[in-house]
């Protein structure tokens, strides 16, 4: 059986701990000729005056490989999801009017 034939599946785990994921409004990605490293945060947008609190709330490094296959499936993702959100919020029409 050649390589590509034979299928392969990720079996990845998840802690309990972790199941609910983090949540994010805020990212910041920075570079080096090595990795590429995503910071996200928590940030309070409400604060009106002074320097606006934030916590960071998980820090990725990724390969720059890794990192285009990353933008890829986002843009794969993005665009799957426009496309389900202007189905679904095109005006209704009444099939009698055609």
């Known amino acids: 059986m ?16 972790h199941l609910g994921g983090v949540y994010s409004n805020f990212a910041n990605v920075s570079f080096s000729p090595y990795e590429f490293t995503i910071t996200f945060a928590r940030v309070d947008h409400e604060v009106e005056e002074g320097d606006v609190p934030g916590v960071v709330v998980t820090r990725v490094n990724l390969s720059p490989q890794f990192m285009r296959e990353l933008i890829d499936a986002m843009t794969d993702s993005w665009s799957r999801y426009s496309t389900s959100q202007g189905i679904r919020n095109l005006p209704e029409t009444d099939p009698r009017d055609s």
């Open 2 to 17: 050649d390589d590509e034939a034979q299928e392969r599946h990720l079996n990845i785990h998840l802690d309990p701990e």
